[in-house]
């Protein structure tokens, strides 16, 4: 079975810095691998998704995810974080399919704070 | 274009009580899937409907949630009788169906949720 591993709970970083959320999962092959956001009061946003290719995936709002088949991981980034990234950030995996009806497995979400 | 939608976006309820809670999904999606986070808990599947079909439902905890999708467009899930252990935040989600080049496929493995309802069990 799969499963996807968010080993930060709660991240405070402060405004302007760099930020790396980590992102493990276990899969039998290459999933299909997402990066979901949800701001205060709002639904899940797809920030960015890997398919196949090129392993640096960009996405919205200036985040990017590097896809490291042999570390099983895929770790979201920014170079320089705003105040209004303050949200929960949540990993997911996808079975790949033909037919785009697989069901995503999450995990546990990180929390992201912003200070001053 | 509306994105996914849910209704209500909180509700609480007594133990006992039953809920019915309703998604619309992206007009011409036709995956739609159910999901609920347990506070402090991963986002777990319950349940996938393409069109009016349940594809997969291995995910729904016992026999008192029941989803429907009559006519395959909005879906309902009830929740009869509520216990405090429902309390969470149930998240809808639509993709699209159909055949097509491999633009179409990876757009189909693309999930658009709605902002869940929040739902407290007392």
């Known amino acids: 079975a799969q499963s996807v591993t968010q080993p930060d709970i709660h991240i405070t970083v402060s405004e302007g810095a760099s930020l790396e959320l980590r992102c493990n999962y276990s899969y039998g092959a290459t999933p299909y691998l997402f990066w979901y956001v949800q701001s205060p009061g709002q639904g899940l946003q797809l920030l960015l998704k890997?398919?196949?290719?090129?392993?640096l995936v960009q996405g919205i709002k200036g985040f990017e995810a590097e896809f490291k088949r042999s570390q099983s991981s895929f770790n979201l980034r920014k170079p320089s974080v705003h105040w209004s990234d303050a949200a929960e950030y949540f990993c997911a995996v996808g079975k790949p399919s033909n037919f785009g009806n697989e069901k995503l497995t999450f995990g546990t979400g990180t929390r992201l704070t912003i200070i001053p | 274009e509306a994105g996914v939608t849910q209704f209500p976006s909180h509700s609480v309820i007594e133990k006992g009580q039953t809920v019915t809670l309703r998604c619309d999904p992206i007009s011409g999606h036709d995956n739609l899937y159910w999901y609920r986070r347990v506070m402090g808990k991963e986002i777990k599947f319950l349940l996938h409907?393409?069109?009016?079909?349940?594809?997969?439902e291995s995910g729904m905890p016992n026999n008192r949630f029941l989803a429907e999708r009559t006519g395959g467009t909005y879906s309902t899930l009830k929740v009869q009788p509520a216990e405090l252990e429902d309390s969470g935040v149930y998240f809808c989600a639509s993709s699209q169906e159909g055949f097509g080049g491999e633009e179409m496929i990876l757009a189909k493995n693309i999930q658009y949720f709605g902002a869940g309802t929040r739902l407290s069990v007392l």
């Open positions: 409907f393409v069109k009016e079909s349940k594809q997969d």
């Open positions: 890997y398919f196949s290719g090129d392993t």
